[in-house]
């Protein structure tokens, strides 16, 4: 599965922005999808994760509350709605797919990559 991260751009603290990833292939109904992201110089780290048919969620505890991940099967896209943005929310956002049912926070459990997109929230 191939994705493309598209989205981010500047913001201010406050503000809300979507991200989006777009997947080839015939396989995105059946796979799990998350979101990840590296803040500078910070390890990626989870964000958010559904599950394949979108009844599940999960979020990291830093973005409860104002972070929403949905998936759309029809488009082969799944989204991130970020809203109350902090400046530390800044970093380089990745979707991902996962082979597992179920929402997974684990780095290593997810196979495909998108190229990230950045996101740059100032005060």
């Known amino acids: 599965v191939q994705l493309q991260a598209s989205g981010g751009g500047l913001a201010q603290a406050g503000d809300s922005l979507r991200l989006s990833c777009a997947a080839s292939?015939?396989?995105?109904?059946?796979?799990?999808m998350g979101w990840f992201r590296q803040g500078p110089s910070k390890e990626r780290e989870f964000v958010a994760a559904i599950s394949r048919n979108g009844d599940r969620t999960y979020y990291t505890d830093s973005v409860k509350g104002r972070f929403t991940i949905s998936r759309d099967d029809a488009k082969n896209t799944v989204y991130l709605q970020m809203n109350s943005l902090k400046p530390g929310d800044t970093a380089v956002y990745y979707c991902?797919?996962?082979?597992?049912?179920?929402?997974?926070?684990?780095?290593?459990?997810?196979?495909?990559w998108g190229q990230g997109t950045q996101v740059t929230v100032s005060s």
């Open positions: 991902a797919t996962t082979l597992y049912p179920q929402p997974r926070p684990n780095y290593s459990d997810y196979d495909d």
């Open positions: 292939g015939r396989t995105f109904s059946t796979r799990g």
